[in-house]
């Protein structure tokens, strides 16, 4: 229990069971004992509803605390910096509503390449990111992959998906590229720095599910390109892209693994399964390596989403159970992998959200954070459906 002792313009103190009290402003950095306690300043940086926090006092939703027995951390000063002096950059439009402060246009300034951004995904992440304000370069259009049995982006849907950007009055441009050639991405690099300035953010979507066949029948050929293009390529988008953000001390990666690369194989699937489970360990490795050079390095682990990877005669089947399945069985699947009412299937753009979100100032104290996206597919009990005796 607490009773209010006083409230000022910044902060308000409470009175709780322990004797001790004090009180601290949000705009700087302390630790708690040995707990850190982090500046958050909007209830949107953090997404969740003004009752999950804490708010206290008159100011309501103006401040977000961080309590104990002992201490509130407040603090209603939106238009400070981390230093409590006024911001310098004008890259937010802000509204307010119920005291939430909610912005737009806040990757203004910012320049994207994103990878396998032809459809699907990628090409979602880019519009998501474009109409926030950053600069998108589109890198896609492979070469042949011979274990995909559906179409893969082509350079020209590439070119069609940034000019759609640009008619929308975005910036964007297209780099035709495979992400299995560093030389390719280095050139994209180049190409989106020379057109845009400083590449501070990267997505690295680019990703296929080839061959659908048990461990004893799976190809050379679909484990090797497999794993090129869905673990060699984020490799190959970090190499690329660190060099100038190291040398910045700025910039923020997101890798797409998937909720197979948590605690589940996929039977059939090993080398998608192996190679998402791979972007993990590559996410831990270069959160730690990178951090010290302000960069941050996060994945999003999506559930079933509906793309084109998915339409496809072998991934009816799966997804049927037998063979002949057809997309009515897509929809069903997907029911049964979320726990979300309604959930027939993941659309890219909610996928997307969530890229802009850890690739904005609002998760500039985020890395190493590995985000299921899944409707609540990874919470659910996980039971053999045919037991076998």
Not at 27 to 47: A, E, N, T, W
Not at 206 to 218: L, P, Y
Not at 378 to 383: A, D, H, P
Request: charged fraction near 20%.
């Amino acid at each position: 229990m607490a009773e209010t002792i006083a409230t000022g313009a910044r902060h308000t103190v409470l009175r709780f069971a322990s004797p001790r009290r004090r009180v601290l402003p949000l705009d700087r950095r302390h630790h708690v004992g040995h707990r850190p306690v982090h500046p958050i300043r909007s209830l949107d940086q953090v997404g969740v509803p003004s009752a999950g926090i804490g708010a206290v006092g008159e100011q309501g939703a103006g401040h977000v605390c961080a309590l104990r027995s002992d201490v509130i951390v407040g603090s209603d000063d939106s238009n400070l910096s981390r230093k409590g002096r006024p911001r310098s950059d004008q890259r937010f439009r802000s509204s307010t509503s119920k005291g939430v402060t909610t912005k737009m246009n806040d990757l203004i300034g910012s320049t994207a390449l994103i990878t396998g951004a032809g459809r699907g995904q990628g090409a979602a992440h880019a519009r998501e990111l474009a109409a926030r304000g950053a600069a998108v370069a589109l890198f896609d259009g492979p070469q042949a992959v011979q274990s995909v049995k559906y179409p893969l982006a082509t350079a020209e849907q590439t070119e069609e998906v940034a000019a759609q950007i640009r008619r929308d009055g975005g910036r964007a441009i297209a780099i035709a590229g495979d992400v299995r050639s560093r030389a390719d991405l280095d050139k994209a690099v180049q190409a989106a720095e020379s057109e845009f300035g400083p590449v501070d953010m990267v997505v690295a979507n680019a990703g296929i599910w080839g061959e659908i066949a048990s461990i004893e029948d799976t190809t050379e050929v679909a484990w090797s390109e497999t794993l090129a293009i869905n673990l060699t390529g984020p490799w190959n988008t970090i190499q690329a892209a660190i060099p100038r953000m190291i040398e910045r001390n700025k910039g923020s990666i997101v890798l797409v693994s998937s909720v197979l690369g948590l605690d589940e194989g996929m039977a059939g699937g090993a080398p998608y399964s192996v190679t998402k489970h791979g972007i993990i360990g590559l996410l831990r490795n270069a959160a730690l390596e990178l951090g010290p050079h302000g960069i941050t390095v996060n994945a999003i682990c999506p559930g079933f989403i509906d793309t084109d990877m998915h339409h496809w005669q072998d991934a009816y089947d799966v997804m049927s159970g037998q063979p002949n399945g057809s997309p009515d069985d897509l929809i069903q699947a997907a029911r049964h992998y979320a726990i979300l009412k309604g959930n027939k299937g993941i659309q890219s753009d909610e996928v997307s959200k969530v890229v802009a979100f850890l690739l904005s100032g609002a998760a500039s104290i985020l890395t190493g954070v590995i985000m299921p996206v899944d409707a609540g597919h990874s919470i659910m009990n996980r039971v053999n459906q045919s037991p076998v005796d």
